[in-house]
């Protein structure tokens, strides 16, 4: 598609960038392209396209638009965010060695140390909102450092332009998974990142109803891995949950604010609630990055955790919620509440999660854009059940 040079703000990249009209029929929104091979004109000639696996006109769109959204040269899609992750990692060979923050979704350690560690990688897991750990966990074989920020779920705050000019110092890449702020409040490549990963199954779709994942690269070499790891391992996302993103992007700009108001005024209902005993949200002054927080992000966003106190009050609190939606995910139009330590982050165990400071009381909220009102009265009545 024929770039706009006209377009240079992030609402109207979000809904131009690679969603322009379809050139056969005007076709506002993009076509979903359900088809398993491509007819060819002749041997060795074709349009562009010759299996689906290899590629997908509807699947070129979305990645032209993350790409865009990013700040990246190119972005390749797969079909979860977990797929993503792994996809990154067929970059290394046996005895390399990744650094990790120590507080990532659950199951990016999972498939660390369970799967990819019987493959001769190496990991360490350091608190990476201190940079002096990242330089010391840094080796002579280290590859990559994958960072989570804000963490998942305690909400810790990474500085990525420090770790960025740190370790390219080593010729280190920097991944970032960027799942919670999304491109609207955070651009971890401006900031000196190497790559960016996301779950497209959150705010990127907004509407809880497909499943996805991103990884937006910097360099020729990153598209041309991905590319081929796609052709490779097909782990592709199908046209239709592609067009699903690109119709959820449209209105990334105005969910996130929106998100980001609702978040601001449930942390501080939380804050000041007599059945809380702390909130972890980088929006808060007692948050102990906040002016991090500020420096590198244009917003809070909507993911809030909170301690309750024990797991026999996060039970109580969960039973009685009714606009909040329990279960695991985020990102959503609706207010997702969710139970770290039995959900997101079980397959740390209970030594894991003492480690990084999750406790069994913690309960997480993805806040939603609907009243907040509402959202506040609900956790209110929930709350009163401890």
Known sequence: MKENSNIRGFASKAIHVGQEPDPSTGSVAVPIHATSTYVQ?????????????????????????????EGGTSAHVFASGMAAVTALCTMLKAGDHVICSDNVYGG????????????GLEFSYVDT???????RALRRRTKFIYVETPTNPLMTISDIAAISRLCHKRDVE??????????????????????????TTKFLNGHSDGLGGVVIGTKPEHAERFAFIQKCSGAILSPFECWLVLRGVKTLAVRME?????GRAIAAFLAAHPKVEKVFYPG???????????????????????????????????????????????????????????????????????????????????????????????????????
């Open 41 to 69: 004109e002749e041997l060795g000639k074709n349009k562009g396209y010759e299996y689906a696996r290899v590629s997908n006109p509807t699947r070129d769109r979305l990645q032209q638009n993350l790409a865009a959204l």
């Open 258 to 262: 929106q998100h980001d108001r609702n």
């Open 284 to 386: 808060l002054k007692t948050h102990p990055q906040h002016e991090l927080a500020k420096k590198q992000m244009t917003g809070f966003g909507a993911m809030i955790t909170f301690e309750t106190g024990s797991l026999k009050h996060a039970k109580r609190m969960l039973a009685k919620v009714r606009v909040c939606s329990l279960g695991e995910s985020l990102g959503g139009v609706e207010t997702l509440i969710s139970h770290p330590a039995t959900m997101t982050h079980a397959a740390l165990g209970e030594k894991g999660r003492k480690a990084i400071g999750l406790t069994d009381g913690m309960v997480r909220i993805s806040v939603g854009i609907e009243d907040v009102e509402d959202i506040m009265a609900d956790l209110d009545n929930a709350l009163k059940a401890i």
């Open 129 to 135: 909102s201190d940079v002096a750990q990242v330089e």
């Open 174 to 199: 920097v991944i970032v998974d960027n799942t919670f702020m999304s491109p609207y409040f955070q651009q971890p490549l401006a900031l000196g990142a190497d790559m960016v990963v996301h779950s």
């Open 108 to 119: 990016v350690p999972r498939l660390f140390n369970q799967v990819l560690a019987n493959y």
